[in-house]
């Protein structure tokens, strides 16, 4: 099985910063895409920016040149740097990962989400 484990949401206020950390744990021969997901109340859960096994990077528009993505093959484990928050990006944030298990089957890994709340 595979564990996703978060940290680092809280309560900030606009224009400061979070970080959240994330690891993956269990029987993990790889891992393909990893990156981060939110979904604010009401809405659909949505990509936030996601790092791929080779190091390249996607990002939704509405965070471009403000939060930052980087993952650590080997420990399995990916951050994002948010800056310049502004309430907007008030949500549940979800840890997510594309696991290639030991047994050579994929699964879709999902954290149990941390809370970022912009809010002065």
């Known amino acids: 099985q595979v564990q996703l484990v978060e940290s680092g949401g809280g309560l900030v206020q606009p224009c400061g910063s979070l970080r959240l950390s994330c690891a993956a744990s269990?029987?993990?021969?790889?891992?393909?895409?990893m990156g981060w997901y939110r979904q604010a109340p009401g809405k659909q859960r949505e990509l936030v920016a996601q790092?791929?096994?080779?190091?390249?990077?996607y990002y939704a528009d509405f965070v471009k040149g403000r939060f930052t993505v980087s993952r650590d093959n080997a420990k399995n484990t990916v951050v994002l740097q948010m800056n310049s928050l502004v309430p907007e990006d008030t949500a549940v944030y979800y840890c997510?990962?594309?696991?290639?298990?030991?047994?050579?089957?994929?699964?879709?890994?999902w954290g149990q989400g941390t809370q970022v709340t912009v809010s002065s």
């Open positions: 269990g029987t993990i021969f790889s891992i393909d895409a």
């Open positions: 790092v791929l096994e080779d190091s390249s990077t």
């Open positions: 997510h990962a594309d696991v290639i298990l030991l047994s050579r089957s994929a699964l879709d890994a």
